[in-house]
């Protein structure tokens, strides 16, 4: 856990618990993942213009054709990945963004990594993130379709970009009993949400969920 989320958190606490309990009114239930919404400064990921909007429930952009998901699909998808009565471990985040989310995780989980493709989001998410001093988040330049195969198996993986499948590389770094949460896309105006958990070495267990609209996962590098 970073040493100055929590005091920074004090700082416009109100305007942070506010957005906690939009989350909870949007069906967001777990407790810790409640408490990490109402702790990390969403602010913080943005730029100047955009504080005002910070503690709206809504996706903003953050540039290079991206956003910065809305807090309660963020807290949905983590609240996913938690299995009843164990913390998470491991995970891997597959799109860092501005690095909001993988803030959020990193008070939830014991080691997170984050990849990024595009560069210039990569830079951004690493300055916003450098004063908090997040001392078990590693970000990644690359490209997450191809996962992190060194650092695997993970017990959640998490995307914030909707392809048309899930990538296999991705569920072959899923650990036995992990779960891996991401919107996969439908055609090209609807996308689900999907929670895949790995039962076995060969077998995974397939949940359809809520609709949601993200930006489309690409691969490469940029």
Known sequence: MGSRLKPAA???????????????????????????????????????????QAYEDT???????????????????????????????????????????????????????????????????????????INNLRLIYGDGILGLPQAAPFDGIILAAAGLGIPDALLDQLAIGGRLVAPVAKNEKEQQLIMVERMSSQRYQRTVLDEVFFVPLQSGIV
């Open 59 to 133: 996706a903003l952009p953050i540039g290079h054709s991206q956003t910065i998901s809305k807090p309660s699909v963020v807290a949905r998808m983590i609240e996913l990945l938690h299995k009843p009565r164990q913390k998470l471990g491991k995970v891997l985040e597959i799109g860092t963004g501005c690095g909001y989310q993988a803030a959020v995780l990193s008070l939830l989980s014991e080691e997170v990594y984050s990849i990024e493709r595009i560069r210039a989001l990569h830079d951004m998410a690493r300055a916003k993130l450098r004063p908090f001093r």
């Open 10 to 52: 004090e700082r416009l606490a109100g305007h942070r618990q506010a957005l906690a309990a939009k989350v909870l009114a949007a069906g967001v239930k777990h407790p810790k993942t409640l408490e990490a919404i109402a702790t990390v400064p969403r602010h913080a990921f943005m730029d100047a213009g955009m504080h005002p």
